[in-house]
């Protein structure tokens, strides 16, 4: 029995796995690769250059790989790739990238996506996030591995967003957020660390310990963001367990201290 629905419409062009389901009244363009166990709710519009990985799980009512919303885009043959195992809830709008951003749109593995999220173009996601109903991701951000955005977050274009940080409901980000940091406001500030998550990813105490210093130098000793970087290096020294976590938070800060944008306060 076919898995896909009479009603809909797939051009002979795209490559859909023979396991790939498809619901009714969804329509994929030529340029679309979908692979196996993928499923594809009712009403979905898949277009452009978009690559679909294994088991993902589409909902009804989205919208992807359509061109980006940049007033300079002309039609070049830019890309959506989406990974393998994700959830995509109701009524998202993912857009393939643009020539000046590197010409994709990503998103990674193991992602829940809840309805109403929309990613821009030549965004970068990365491995289980979470981001809830309604985060919207202006283009060219960058959101790294286990992230969670509360429902309604938006986020400003060229905006950087460490791996483990937690947004609260309602935040507004200007600046780019650390790893490990949970922020709230409009624009957000940096409220804590993101210390249950981190418990419930196996971090070990002395692992937790560390990510408690390097908030304390950045947030709250008044040191600038060279002498936090320092403090932060101290930290392998003292708690060895904490290398590879220093190592993250330091290239972090290090592009941030050359951006436009700066971290969250």
Known sequence: MSLIHPT??????????????????????????????????????????????????????????????????????????????????EFCTFNIGSPTGGAFTRIGHDNWVMAYVHLAHDCLVGNHTIFANNSQLAGHVEVDDWVILGGFTVVHQFVRIGAHAMTAMCSLLFADVPPYVMCQGQPAGARSMNFEGLRRRGFGPERISAVKAMHKALYRDGLTLAQSCEAIEALKTRIPESATDVDQMLAFLSQSANSQRGIVR
């Open 8 to 89: 809909a419409v797939v051009d002979p062009q795209a490559q859909l796995d023979s396991s790939v389901s498809v619901g009714p009244y969804t329509v994929i363009g030529p340029h679309v690769r979908v692979d196996a166990g993928t499923t594809i709710g009712a009403h979905c519009v898949i277009e452009g250059h978009t690559t679909i990985g294994r088991d993902n799980r589409i909902f009804q009512f989205n919208s992807l790989g359509a061109i980006p919303q940049d007033k300079k885009y002309a039609g070049e043959p830019c890309e959506l790739v989406i990974g393998d195992r994700n959830t995509i809830r």
